[in-house]
C-alpha cells in the first residue's frame, strides 16, 4: 500500500507487521468555523472481512485504529490539521 511517514520526524520507523482494512464514512462537508457533530449511519465493514471473521466463536483483535482525511475526487490526503476534531468516537459492534 502507500507509504505511511511521520510529519515531524525523518527517522521514526512506521513499519508494521499487520493486515488492515479500510472503511469510508459518508461525505463530511463543512466550512471555516463550522461543526460537523453527528452520528453517522452504519459503515459497513469489507465484506472479506465479514466473512473471514463469521464464524461462532471468531474473534478479531484490533491493533490499532486510524482516521484520515481524504480531498473529494482526487482521494489525496489532506492534512489532519484542516479540520477541528476535538471529539471522536467511533463503536465497533459486529458485521451488522
Known amino acids: 500500500g502507500p507509504g505511511y511517514s511521520v ?5 521514526y520507523s512506521t513499519d508494521f507487521n499487520a493486515e488492515y482494512f479500510e472503511v469510508f464514512s459518508d461525505k463530511i462537508s463543512t466550512l ?5 457533530w453527528r452520528m453517522h449511519s452504519d459503515i459497513p465493514l469489507p465484506e472479506n472481512i465479514v466473512e473471514r471473521f463469521s ?4 474473534v478479531m483483535a484490533i491493533l490499532g485504529y486510524e ?5 473529494e475526487g ?7 490539521t484542516w479540520a ?8 465497533l459492534l459486529n458485521s451488522k
Open 32 to 36: 471555516y468555523s463550522e461543526v460537523h
Open 55 to 58: 464464524d461462532k466463536g471468531s
Open 67 to 71: 482516521v484520515d482525511q481524504i480531498e
Open 84 to 91: 477541528y476534531n476535538h471529539h471522536y468516537q467511533c463503536w
Open 7 to 11: 510529519a515531524n520526524s525523518a527517522t
Open 74 to 80: 482526487t482521494g489525496k490526503q489532506v492534512p489532519i
